[in-house]
């Protein structure tokens, strides 16, 4: 039991730490690409269901890359919010989407 909290720990700490900065650097890099909007090819529209918890720190990049696909108008893009506020919402998107950990993405 004692093994499996301690490497709880760690992966939780190596997460925090490194998701942050992946997410940060493929933000800059989307933002150096000269990318033209090809709008009128698109057949399909884009959903995202987007898993975080209130507490989350990386849950805020995730949500700010998600933000910033939707506001560059380049396809069809939608997202919902799927939050951890209570037992209950905690419980049910735990079972119906068996989520392992926050944030998640489904597209």
């Known amino acids: ?9 760690v992966c939780s700490i ?4 490194i998701t ?3 997410l940060s650097a493929a933000i800059e890099i989307r933002n150096n690409l000269d990318i033209q909007p090809i709008t009128s090819s698109f057949t399909h529209t884009v959903f995202a269901e987007y898993a975080a918890s209130s ?7 995730a949500h700010m890359a ?3 696909i939707y506001q560059d108008h380049e396809q069809p893009f939608y997202y919902v919010t799927l939050s951890r ?8 998107t ?4 068996n989520l392992l950990g926050w ?3 489904f597209f």
């Open 20 to 22: 942050p900065t992946v």
């Open 1 to 9: 039991m004692k093994k499996q909290f301690l490497w709880f720990i």
């Open 14 to 17: 190596t997460l925090f730490f």
């Open 55 to 61: 507490g989350c720190l990386p849950c805020r990049y």
């Open 85 to 92: 506020k209570n037992i209950n919402t905690e419980q049910r």
């Open 66 to 68: 998600l933000k910033s």
């Open 94 to 97: 735990e079972i119906e989407y």
């Open 103 to 105: 944030p998640t993405v």
